[in-house]
């Protein structure tokens, strides 16, 4: 295959040296420089975006406005072009409120919607003759994070014919999906240092030590000249005073202008590198933690709340050094690294005997303990949440008293849920609502009212109070419209109380406000399956497994859709890509076991639907199948047996009883098929013309004649069993 019609990767030791490979290999339309100390996350996808987004907002602004609020989202500066997006209640309320974090799911989210626009850019240039468009992502191995991740996507779902992606960087491969991605996904070509070529074949830097150790300083961190490294090293040794001007002057410049991006990245570099990193190094590393805290950028709040400990007085600084601490350990979480949060907290503890510190921090380690940790302990989370229960209302202020009362009892209605206690947390949660009632309707009164209602809706739907928990999400959509949580909670209710129109209108308005959740596409498919859309549900399945492979649920799903259809090779394609990565899932062995019986396979759809059982004792579809599969090979009284653990599972159900019936029936145990015939008929949900239909044959084979052919009248009415039915009457 040729350069130009795959994606590339470009290994060498210098940029100049890789950037002229990449040049040479198909002249890349845009060149994106992604060192995380240029810009922070999306350093280089932002880039792209500037590059692309005028020409794409001026000939399509409907591909733009479908994806505004995932392009806005790593470059909200891009709003004077594209304008803004609705801001969800959450949101736009106090900084120091924010306790939940949606961390990588929410930005990998974002990523997906911009691969699809950038996706979406390149056909159309191509369908005008253009293209294909070639992006280069230089600096991969220095990249933040959320930059390496959307290079792996990008390079997971684009045809090179029609994007063709080239990353550049060292010989290293990054951390995550993209060490797994780069290999797989594209070319690999090497490229000399020219450090190192022979004298006089490249041309000789003639720039002093002063013009060296400047150019290093403004490249903001990012150069990899050893002439410049060199040079800046033996300056700051000479005389750190004048480098540490040299930042504070670059930062100067920087400050007149800065973007999202710089005031995250450049700027804290270098006022921590500056003459006064104690006060203005750490202002600069609070506000960079603070806009990357309010994207939930979890990697860098990690690497801000970090340095910016390191440059904070912890005694003379309490406030300053408890913020970096405290967001560092939140970010922690959604990067799975509990133990370093958990340290942090106990870090603070061992600090300071300020109450206040010892409330937030009892209530982080409860949280750590009732929704991360594994095993989760509630048992330790109601003991630290009790602490900080009880240090909120020894509060001196009245408000912060208040305002701490209600939102440690709503985490304490949290782990009473957890711990099965629905009733408990259900008063919990309405005393905070009673007491906030009593409180003036500020913005901060307003968010924490409506987590308090959320976790009513929730408490009240665990209870079997589906209607009340309707009312009340109805309410939160009300306060927060924007809320594709509150909206997708929503629908779920409404499935349950069996209202598919409902649930499609909320999801669809889910799904018109967000980036793209596969969660929200997987459960819109599955409430179009369930309303009879199989072909909207196997697109909405379609997409979801173009934006993550992985995702079993939804592989499930559509294997499911496509068994019905009768195609069952795409079927089993899905069933075996799923059972690739989770070989005992009992829900895909019995599958494909289905998928076996139906092509009249089954002893090997034996093997599949007793591996399922193994893997799940009770699952009722393996249950039923496995007793299909015993009546077809003649083991009529095992297919009654297994059919009686699958109604132990699921109870009284008028399918499961009919083929029982069935079962006894064919084991000459009439009297036994008769019974569940019999109940199936007084079940809601019973398949009337079949039951009656075996039922006379039943009677039939008794030699009760009047009552079969009655049983069969009713059949026939019904308009099932008709050619069969004439022939047994006209016997009769």
């Known amino acids: ?47 792209v975006l500037t590059a692309l987004l005028p020409e794409a907002h001026a000939r399509w602004p409907e591909l733009v406005e479908e994806h505004r609020a995932e392009l806005l989202y790593g470059v909200p500066e891009l709003a004077e072009v594209i304008g803004t997006v609705p801001q969800q209640l959450t949101s736009t309320g106090p900084f120091a409120h924010r306790t939940r974090r949606s961390g990588g799911r929410m930005i990998r989210c974002m990523s997906q919607g911009v691969v699809t626009f950038l996706l979406g850019y390149a056909r159309r240039v191509a369908a005008e003759g253009g293209g294909p468009l070639r992006l280069v992502f230089e600096d991969i191995h220095a990249a933040e994070v959320t930059t390496q991740e959307f290079v792996a996507l990008l390079l997971r779902r684009c045809d090179p014919e029609i994007l063709q992606v080239v990353v550049c960087g060292r010989d290293e491969l990054p951390d995550g999906e993209l060490a797994g991605t780069l290999p797989r996904r594209a070319r690999t070509l090497r490229v000399a240092d020219t450090a190192n070529a022979p ?71 270098h006022r921590e590198r500056g003459t006064d990193p104690g006060r203005r190094g750490r202002a600069a590393l609070t506000e960079a933690l603070r806009l990357c805290a309010e994207q939930d950028f979890s990697a860098a709040v990690v690497d801000l709340g970090l340095r910016g400990r390191a440059v904070t007085d912890p005694a003379a600084d309490q406030q300053a050094f408890c913020e970096f601490t405290t967001q ?59 602490n900080a229960v009880a240090l909120s209302a020894l509060l001196r202020d009245p408000r912060e008293r208040a305002l701490h009362q209600v939102f440690n009892d709503n985490a304490l209605a949290v782990i009473e849920m957890h711990r099965g206690n629905f009733h408990h947390g259900l008063s919990l949660i309405e005393a905070g609502i009673a007491r906030l009632d009593g409180q003036p309707a500020t913005e901060e009164w307003v968010v924490h009212r409506s987590r308090l209602l959320y976790n009513r809706a929730r408490l009240l739907a665990a209870l079997g109070r589906v209607d009340e928990a309707y009312t009340d999400l109805s309410t939160l959509v009300e306060l927060d419209p924007y809320s594709t949580e509150y909206l997708g909670e929503r629908a779920r209710i409404s499935r349950g109380r069996g209202d598919p129109a409902a649930a499609l209108a909320d999801y669809d308005t889910a799904i018109a406000l967000s980036p793209p959740f596969p969660e929200l596409y997987r459960d819109r498919g599955a409430a179009r ?43 089993e394609r899905d069933v075996l890509a799923g059972l690739e990565l989770r070989p005992d899932d009992a829900r895909l062995l019995c599958l494909y076991g289905m998928v076996l019986l139906e092509r009249g396979q089954v002893r090997q759809a034996e093997r599949r639907l007793d591996a399922a059982l193994a893997a799940d004792p009770d699952y009722p579809p393996a249950l039923v199948n496995r007793a299909a599969a015993h009546f077809r090979l003649g083991r009529p009284a095992a297919a009654a047996e297994v059919l009686t653990r699958a109604l132990h599972s699921v109870g009284a159900d008028p399918h499961v009883l009919l083929h029982r019936g069935m079962a006894h029936a064919a084991a000459q145990r009439a009297a036994l098929a008769l019974d569940d015939f019999d109940t199936a008929l007084t079940l809601p949900g019973a398949d009337l013309a079949e039951i009656h239909y075996q039922r006379g044959l039943c009677l039939l084979g008794l030699d009760q004649y009047d009552m079969g052919v009655a049983d069969l009248q009713v059949c026939r009415r019904l308009g099932a069993h008709l050619d069969d039915i004439e022939e047994l009457l006209a016997s009769a």
């Not at 350069?3 to 950037?19: F, K, M, Y």
């Not at 013009?211 to 800046?232: F, K």
């Not at 992985?550 to 079927?571: C, F, I, M, T, V």
Request: charged share 30%.
């Open 1 to 47: 295959m040729s350069e130009a019609h795959c994606h590339l990767r470009v290994i060498g030791a210098r940029r100049a040296d890789r950037l002229r490979c990449a040049a040479a290999a198909g002249g890349p339309t845009v060149v994106a420089l992604c060192d995380r100390r240029l810009r922070g996350p999306y350093t280089g996808v932002d880039t």
């Open 199 to 269: 004298a006089g074949t490249v041309p000789h830097d003639e720039r002093g030590p002063e013009a060296l150790v400047r150019a290093y300083v403004e490249a903001d961190g990012s150069s990899d000249d050893p002439a410049e490294a060199a040079a800046y090293a033996a300056a700051y040794a000479a005389d750190p005073e004048r480098i540490r001007a040299l930042h504070d002057r670059r930062a100067d410049r920087l400050e007149r202008n800065a973007t999202w991006g710089t005031r995250v990245g450049a700027l804290p570099y």
């Open 328 to 386: 560092a350990a939140g970010a922690l979480v959604p990067l799975g690294r509990l133990e370093e949060s958990l340290a942090l907290y106990f870090d603070l503890r061992k600090r300071y005997t300020d109450p206040v510190v010892h409330m937030t921090t009892s209530f982080a380690i409860a949280m750590l303990y009732t929704r991360f940790f594994s095993p989760r302990d509630h048992e330790a989370a109601i003991a630290w949440q009790n």
């Open 529 to 571: 399956r369930e309303a009879g859309d199989a072909e909207g549900a196997l697109a909405d399945f379609d997409l979801v497994l173009e934006l993550e492979p992985d995702d079993l649920p939804a592989r499930a799903h559509r294997a499911e859709l496509l068994l019905d259809a009768g195609d069952l090779a795409g079927a």
